[in-house]
């Protein structure tokens, strides 16, 4: 089995920055691409930034210059910086990732439980 465990959400102030983490674990023989995601209430789940295992980064138009999505391969682990943050950032966000398995040959997606940020004054 695979988990992906996302960490670092709180409350911040309008203008203020968090860093996400999502860690993966468990019978991991590759992990490729990373991301994150978001769902406020009443939305739909949309697309933060996504990581390839080499480091091409893409954004959704809304995040750029304000979000950095990074990645340590050895610790299966993706960030996501976010500064200049507003109350429009407010969300669940979750992680999400491709995983290879001990045993398999196929790619499989797994997502994490997510973590709520909160942007209010």
């Known amino acids: 089995q695979v ?5 670092g959400g709180g409350l911040v102030q309008p203008g203020g920055s968090l860093r996400l983490s999502c860690a993966a674990s468990g019978s991991i023989f590759r992990v490729n691409d990373m991301g994150w995601y978001r769902q406020a209430p009443g939305k739909q789940r949309e697309l933060v930034a996504t990581i ?22 050895a610790k299966n682990t993706v960030y996501l910086q976010m500064n200049s943050l507003n109350p429009e950032d ?20 797994y997502w994490g439980q997510g973590t709520q940020v909160t942007v209010s004054s």
């Open 52 to 73: 390839t295992r080499g480091g091409i980064t893409n954004y959704s138009d809304s995040m750029k210059g304000r979000f950095t999505i990074s990645r340590d391969n």
């Open 90 to 109: 407010t969300a669940v966000y979750h992680c999400n990732a491709g995983v290879r398995r001990w045993g398999s040959m196929n790619e499989a997606a």
């Open 3 to 7: 988990q992906l465990v996302e960490s």
